[in-house]
């Protein structure tokens, strides 16, 4: 299989060959899914033009012999202007006696049920059948980093493989698991997804609200380490706040037609465009300009479960959380090291090349919990925990290089105590004559709505080391999973996403520069809170500056829950400087 390391970026796929033309050998028309292609930044006028552009068919095949796979984003929902990336292989395989067009359209049917199902995995045993187990996991995670012929399938079966053969079953686990194995291997993936929806619609009938002792429950959740829900636990009322909320069911008694659903989409935007004028990458960046390789071989299977020991939390899409991920990771010998060592691949993979985005769309996936706010509703995230321990690994190596760009500007990537420094820092500057206010900003739904086009390519510029694996995360829309509805996550970064707080914290940093122009203002920023001290003249540039520019980077500033401070002869002049703003 010849694979394209780089592929011109309005290249016909006719005129590449056996590379790109379909498998007519078997009797499946069924094809991956389109390839994705982006416009050439040196000639695209405008990005309406790139959303536009088409992908000529390859000469070789009939005209519907490439249907879209309904589960991923069209070519449209790719991000352009970034660089290029590598394509999948195609899928000549067998699955047992599956065609690889075949068992890729299975899984992918198989996948968009399951994920919509209640968590409900149990722990892998020990023994032959646990051992069995964490071996194909790891073989799948294997496939994709070594580029072989399952590529385009491989993290999705990964992430699917759980969600069929760990389902509770009624009786003996080690006997179901023995028995979905087999299943699994023969490729018989509708006899596991009839068996998993058999159990899910008995755990749907039978559901009742946990009931119980307090101090009971609370001992429970305590053993088990989840001490976020023990607090959660201790702090019942009558009060709805905290609690998840239904798609259709109604924000507030006092206006029922805004529904969950509303306010969900409206929080997770439509990707705003990006203007040239603000992005410091004005061309696709040259070959040097990227990081060696070498610099992400400190990424191995020790890293990778030593990320993991620290770790808690619940689970994405596939079910499998924390707890069971430490434990295949740990408990069985050899297997486990190539797990992690075979996650540690995907990584460096992730790290040293742009891979196609579509062969990772079940890595980015997210579960999404709506919760109340009273009022309101708060969206919560919660990635696979691979990509988190991903991550987690990336940020350890690469910690340095993103310091280094941010430094003092943003003091949420790193900077021991920055909460504490930010505090000395402005009690420091507040006892200046020439400080007369202190002004707290607030931004509205800041990490969704920041600029992602624009982000990834500014990114891509000042940190390189962070900006690839970036781009490979973010080029294309991730799928948030909630009850039995898909809403899709095109713009800003996604929850539950270590590397979500240092993209935001480089992003901002060119509108932090911007602002650095209005010298009677200093500014202190931890991720979207901005704060600046300086002359009631100054702090109204700095503030008007800000409404101005900052659309452009995706920062809306919200008046209303923004503050002015100064002292009390100054409060007239404040809000006269300030009138029309609505700063508080």
């Avoid at 000549?92 to 198989?110: E, H, M, T």
């Avoid at 790290?351 to 706010?373: F, G, N, Q, T």
């Amino acid at each position: 299989m010849n694979k394209c390391k780089n592929v011109p970026l309005q290249e016909d796929r006719s005129s590449r060959g056996n590379s790109c033309a379909m498998d007519n050998s078997s009797g499946d028309d069924y094809d991956p899914g389109p390839l994705p292609s982006l416009t050439d930044p040196s000639s695209q006028s405008s990005e309406s033009q790139a959303k536009d552009s088409t992908v000529p068919s390859s000469s070789d095949s009939p005209p519907d012999s490439r249907p879209s796979r309904s589960s991923s984003p069209s070519r449209s929902s790719l991000l352009a202007d970034l660089p290029p990336f590598c394509q999948v292989a195609e899928p000549y395989f067998q699955w047992n006696n599956i065609s690889g067009r075949k068992c890729i359209k299975l899984i992918d049917k198989c996948y968009d049920r399951a994920v919509h199902w209640i968590p409900n995995l149990f722990k892998v045993p020990h023994g032959k059948s646990g051992k069995s187990f964490v071996q194909e996991l790891s073989l799948l995670f294997r496939a994709y980093a070594e580029a072989s012929a399952k590529e385009s399938i491989a993290l999705k079966a990964a992430f699917l493989f759980p969600l069929l053969v760990l389902q509770k079953p009624f009786r003996n686990h080690a006997d179901a698991l023995d028995r979905r194995l087999q299943l699994w291997q023969d490729g018989s993936f509708d006899l596991l997804l009839k068996e998993g929806e058999t159990i899910q619609k008995n755990l749907r009938a039978g559901f009742r609200p946990p009931k119980g002792d307090l101090a009971e429950l609370f001992s429970k959740l305590i053993f088990q380490g989840k001490v976020k829900a023990a607090l959660r636990l201790l702090n019942r009322s009558d009060s709805r706040a905290g609690q998840p909320l239904s798609l259709d069911a109604p924000v507030s008694s006092s206006d029922p037609s805004v529904s969950v659903r509303d306010k969900l989409l409206e929080k997770h935007p439509a990707p705003a465009p990006s203007h040239p004028s603000y992005s410091l990458l004005t061309s696709t960046p040259p070959p040097n300009h990227d990081p060696h390789f070498i610099e992400f071989h400190r990424i191995d299977g020790g890293l990778i479960r030593a990320m993991l020991m620290r770790m808690d939390g619940a689970a994405g899409p596939s079910g499998m959380d924390v707890a069971h991920w430490k434990k295949v990771c740990t408990s069985f010998s050899r297997h486990s090291d190539d797990l992690c060592s075979s996650i540690a691949m995907v990584a460096r993979k992730m790290c040293s090349e742009y891979v196609d985005p579509h062969s990772i769309s079940a890595l980015v996936s997210s579960r999404l919990i709506a919760l109340d706010k009273n009022p309101g509703v708060r969206p919560i995230g919660i990635g696979e925990v691979v990509r988190r321990v991903i991550g987690k690994a990336i940020l350890s190596v690469i910690k340095y290089d993103i310091v280094d760009v941010t430094g003092c500007s943003q003091l949420c990537t790193g900077v021991s105590s920055p909460c504490e420094a930010i505090v000395h820092t402005v009690r420091k500057v507040l006892e200046s004559d020439e400080v007369e206010g202190l002004l707290l900003i607030d931004a509205s739904n800041a990490f969704n709505s920041l600029n992602r086009s624009l982000a990834l390519r500014n990114i891509l510029h000042l940190c390189p080391s962070l900006g690839r694996i970036l781009i490979n995360l973010y080029r294309m829309e991730s799928n948030l999973f909630i009850g039995s509805d898909t809403l899709l996550s095109r713009e800003g970064t996604t929850q539950g996403d270590p590397l979500a707080m240092v993209m935001y914290a480089i992003a901002s940093i060119p509108l932090i520069r911007d602002l650095s122009s209005i010298g009677s203002v200093k500014q202190f920023w931890y991720a979207d809170d901005a704060s600046g001290a300086g002359s009631l003249k100054g702090l109204r540039k700095w503030w008007d500056r800000i409404g101005e520019v900052g659309s452009y980077y995706g920062y809306w500033p919200n008046a209303v829950k923004s503050s002015l401070l100064v002292s009390p002869n100054m409060y007239e002049e404040a809000c006269a400087i300030f009138a029309g703003t609505n700063v508080k």
